[in-house]
C-alpha cells in the first residue's frame, strides 16, 4: 500500500542567532513561515532538504515539516511547528518582542 505525501515546509535555526527559518521558494530563509515553499512532491522535497543542509554556514538543523495551504501560505500541522513560528517563550525578545 503506497502512503500519501504530506505537504512539507523546510525549516531550520539560523547559525547565527538562532531563529527558526522557513526556505522559500527562491532559495531565500525566511523567519514567516507563510513565505516558505509548500513542497507537495517528495521528490522535490528531498531535493529542497538537501539544499538546506548543504548551508551549513547559514543553517543548522535542518528538516522537512507537514504543513498545509493556508489564506496567507503554508501553516504548520502540528503544535511544535506552530510554537516554532512564535519564537522563544522564555521572556519577550525576537518574534514575541512585538507582542
Do not use: C
Not at 52 to 80: I, K, M, N
Not at 81 to 97: I, L
Request: net charge negative; no cysteine; charged share 25%.
Amino acid at each position: 500500500m503506497t502512503r500519501l505525501f504530506t505537504p512539507k515546509v523546510v525549516t531550520a535555526n539560523d547559525l547565527l542567532d538562532g531563529d527558526v527559518v522557513w526556505l522559500t521558494e527562491d532559495g531565500r530563509w525566511s523567519r514567516s513561515i507563510h513565505e516558505a515553499e509548500l513542497l507537495e512532491d517528495e521528490a522535490h522535497a528531498t531535493i529542497r532538504l538537501l539544499l538546506a543542509q548543504s548551508q551549513g554556514r547559514r543553517v543548522v538543523g535542518a528538516y522537512l515539516a507537514d504543513a498545509r495551504s493556508g489564506e496567507h501560505g503554508p501553516e504548520p500541522v502540528h503544535f511544535r511547528e506552530a510554537f516554532r513560528t512564535r519564537g522563544p517563550s522564555n521572556y519577550s525578545h525576537g518574534k514575541q518582542g512585538g507582542i
